[in-house]
């Protein structure tokens, strides 16, 4: 009976979470994006009900892919995985029915099947090799050193403060310590040890007695233990024909060594018991300045040595350049040496053979060194072009037809020859001010990676972005209702939203709830076990959100009324507004003005931009209009347009003739293009604003040419190509098999669903 109400109850949640996809759980407005986290909570106090919440999903997946209720499925996927990965142990047959229906995804379009294509992979390897998903995720989390499974995760919350409040940002650090207390290495790899055991003998082992050995161990034995049975675990999985019982018999060894190792010795099956997942290694950021991000990632890639200082690093890091970290010196020299040559190149001045060559002393070595600063070792390495490459052509594809606004994919997979083995998951907190921001220090990251590839062949960068306003109503836009302020400033959100319902279930509506949570009295500060309700929802998404969408990144060069100043180059992936400034006559002059003469506002402007057109012909297009300014939307209003193209609407101001005289009023002029250049006529300058970021405001502007960023890579290429063949038009080299075009992809967890 007992079992049936548990049953019951489960089945009530999962009922609730697929109402909520509807949009008809309109009663429980304040639980929307917990009801998952709920789920999943529920679990976690009782891991014996894994199995029980496994078979209801399968019905539920089961019962949405015959039906039509495709929307459903990777929801209902990514329940279902997240539980499998904490489970602590499932029957072979519902592993086989996870297994048969996620074969069956591949023959429905994207993103399903790619989605049914990487669970089934996981899932295969799950079952030969129980836990091996739980060990591989914790070791990379927690940085721990395994050489058999070498990978390294870090999440990097950015926020900015100018946009979020300091309580909001004192809130997530306080969370961000809370989940650190289960992230000791001792207690992780006291986690990944005993869940492996478990995983592999089931019922057959005493997890209690076993724990309790562990926990006493010294680190040394502890480490000794952790390295074994991760040689185990990836010793099965790298076997051609690896067999489950095989795996099993290996940890039987360990088991017995561990047990027999304390003075207890035996041991009694006591059932299953659940292990805890740590939430990842979460470390949280301030902007500062536009390398923040570069420095943070190099300093992941290649951590600080334990002999050098940490206040020498913040004076190098000012100055630091890629060549600098790319020298095969250690981290703890400040200067870099050239001794100086006696070889004189002709073969008679060299040694005899039987001459020994005695290294010179430390004297003679001080006086032969020259000293040389910033100097590096250039070397034409085939790895960097080639990860420039890899880099550029997976995920948004090599050769862009331009019909296709938002592309959404997980390829972005590494040659078998160039493993990554660092991972940064980069989560930015805030609105479209904030994605303005990412976007600044992406173009400039890739642009030296340009110069000097470091990062590229080591680290997998993958983005993540989560939407926050503060004094908001705590109401999200719907397909019922829309509320234009909160999408005035969070346009990106909605648009993943309705591309994503996962998105935004989970999402989405943390916008409103992280500043709601933030005014409200913590109880992670009296009771330290709580649990950190912001910090799991985002260790969620960064885990399972795998499906990118690309968004265009866009160029912008400014002109200026004075021409003695150089032209400012920036860049923008939401919105460009302009604004023409009020032309202010002196009093004298307006004294004068006869009184019929009518002031028109705004400015005459002409507008060139190529029209986009559904062949993909190339229409150039020339108007001359008076407008008192104009806005740029690169994010589209409904996720049905996939027109790779900038939304201009400009506010024009038509002149008219009646019986009253003259007059004059106001229209909007719309117009999609991919390249637009817009010129004052007059002595009139405008203002101009990008990613709605009233920092990035620029004054005494005449004119201004937007069109699509593109790849630094891509550049570099092509310069080099056009050395040697300055008459070809067309791409050829590595650049024919590069985008041109910079996307900037942000995670969600199924891309774009239709």
Known sequence: MENTEVESDILRSVRALLRELDGHHHAFQGERGMLRWTLHKKIDRNPLNSAILVKILVKELERAEKGDYRHYIIPLLHTLMYTLIKAPCISDDLYERVYDFCKKLLTLPKPFCTIGLDYAFRLKIERVIPGVLYQRMIISEQSLKSDPYPYQERVFIFADADVLSKAVCNSLVTEAKAAQMYQNPRSCMCYVITRAVQAALGEDCDVESFQRILQNKPTAELEHCFRQVAAAVECTGSETN????????????????????????????????????????????????EDQLWKELVLFVRPLSRTCEQDCLSQDLDNFEIQDIVSDCDCCEQTRFSVLSTDSGIERDLPAVGEELLPPSSTDVEHTRLQRKGGIKKKACLLESMALLQNSCNGPGAKQTGKLHRKSDSSMVSMPHLHRLYTARIVVLGDDRVLGRLTQAYYSLRKRETRRVFLTPRLNLQFYYVPVLEGQPDTWPTQDHTTPGQMELCELAVYLGKADPWYESNINTLCHMIPKLATMPSSLSTHPMSDPFIIDVIAYYVRLGIQPVYFQIYAVKIFFSNKAQEPAEDVFLTELSVKVQDCKAPKDHMQTKKKTTLEVPGADLTVTYSKVLLSNRKKEVEVLLRSTGLVMKAIPSSETEDLACLNVNIAEVVKTTNLSGRSFSSATNKIRTRHIKIQSMEQRTFNLCLDKDFRRTYTNVVGVEVSPCLEPSYCLQKTRTMKFSLHEPEDVGLAKYMPKSLLLPINTFGGIIQ
């Open 242 to 289: 690896a067999d489950r019982g095989q795996h099993a018999e290996r940890l039987q060894k360990i088991y017995s060594m561990v047990l027999n190792s304390s003075a207890g010795g035996g041991s009694s099956p006591g059932g299953l018991h659940g292990t805890p997942l740590p939430n990842p290694n979460i470390s949280f950021h301030l902007w500062t300045d």
